[in-house]
């Protein structure tokens, strides 16, 4: 430290102290004066320090003091002394300074929102002063909470001897899913090259290199409309291993969770569960459901037929799904609410909403009309409804969309009746997903994760004739509610991927443009391999308690893709333009 500016940082002074003569350097959070004496916070990464100038005892750095503006920055030297009214909440709550001098290094404009953590700038406003922002104690924490994270894993894996490699920015596409970002090459005029997707290709080409133990902590890119809480550039802790299992895998990285926990929270988590995928969408709706909270989806085709009740029957005869929650304890919620949760559901996609209602005066339905009371208990028992509880049922011939608006539901009720707890952490494996999916819409078929995951051997036979049976040895990590991680075993042998390539209906000229020179490679000797990647903001904004990855990242974009500090994207001049070979057809 640099003694003329700070012998000791302002979250570090204590009753230990007293009495020394200390230098701090820092921000001015605020000055009290109350008349004849002047308290002042000085604010640093690590904390707060008070500042108490008496006017009698040194009037000139009392009326220097006054004319001190929120955020100036200063230096103050002075006696540590004992307070007379502590601050249990601040570390250093039980001292202050008596400055002998005052030196102000810079002063500075009123910030446009209050520099606390209870702050009264919205969102826009502090991603357009994020340098402001970040001076507020819980965004710098959670800053300095992803360096402890980072740390965490770096330290864990290089003592299982991975190696950190990186990974060039400007590729070829590397399909994930999503829209490449794509960068004009000044060089060669009209091509371009993809920003990574994510590193996949290449941490396997790292395999084929014999770089057994890869990681790399590394930003992917993916231009996507910009869905609730994701961001275009985004970072992960991308891991690959060669000459592994599945089993390997899990071992490894549920290690490294583990570590992660302990090491930053304290926390020492349980060994995982494991839920195979079909399971997670018949029980929670979702290939992530948040197991802070039960609330399973329970299927009731065997005792919601025989009435005269057209809308079921046809579901079931068209061999559908009818299926509910039990929300315990909401037989109390109103006309009203009930037609609040009804416009939601359909909001996901499903037709309507049935709810069968246990209280004190008995059993009551939506559907009284078609389902007499016996009938309803035989339905509440199937459902382990009790005295309070209320049904809330969806039906539907597409069983998914059942699923789909339930899961939702569930989640929505975990939430709005406080079913989650906050402390409590839910983290478990997804495994034995399907290698393709079949869009919903164009009836197309494509790769559930990625085009590289290896189906399971068992499952070779069916890839021609029955694609959709084939199982892959692909898995997530979903922590409380939150797909933290995604992997897979990968395709070695160059005879698979390319049969892989041809089901997803690549020509033979895509083939070779695209993934040529993967297929080259692994014809030298591709060895076993597999990994992961870990979403970095997305675990530490678990970790930190937010409900927003912007919260976790130093400059986030907003939900529009915008850099509202640097306002960017911006538009560039034509010159520039004309040297990468790029006419505007804006028209
Ligand atoms: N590349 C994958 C992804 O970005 C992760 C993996 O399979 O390792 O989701």
Redesign the pocket.
Known sequence: MNTNYRTHTCGELTLQHIHQTVTISGWVQGTRDIGYILFMDVRDRYGITQVSIKSQENPELYEEAKRLGREFVISVTGKVAERESKNPKLTTGDIEIIPQSLTIMNPAKLPPFLIEDETDGNEELRMKYRYLDIRRPKMANNLILRSKVTKAVREYLDNLNFCEIETPFFIKSTP?GARDFLVPSRLNPGTFYALP??P?ILKQLLMVAGMDRYYQIVK?FRDEDFRGDRQPEFT?I???MAFVSQEDIFRTFEGMTKHVFKTVAGVELPDFQRLPYLDSLRLYGSDKPDLRFDCPIIELNEVMGGTEFGVFNSVLAEEGLIACLNAVGCAKYTRKEIDKLTEMVKGWGATGLVWVRYNEEGIKSSVDKFYNEDQLRAICEKAGAKKGDMLLIVADKLKGKVRKALGNLRLHLGKTENWIDPKKWSVFWVVDFPLFERDEESGELTFA??PFCSPNAEDLQFLDSEPERVYAQTYDLVMNGSEIL???IRIHQKEVQDKIFDILGLTEEEKQSKFGFMLGAFEYGAPPHG???FGLDRWVMLLAGESSIRDVIAFPKTAGGRDLMMDAPSVVPNKSLKELSIKLDLL
Request: hydrophobic fraction near 5%.
């Open positions: 994930e997707q994510s996949q992917c992960q991308d891991c690959e994760h990625h995604s992997g897979s990994g992961c990647a």
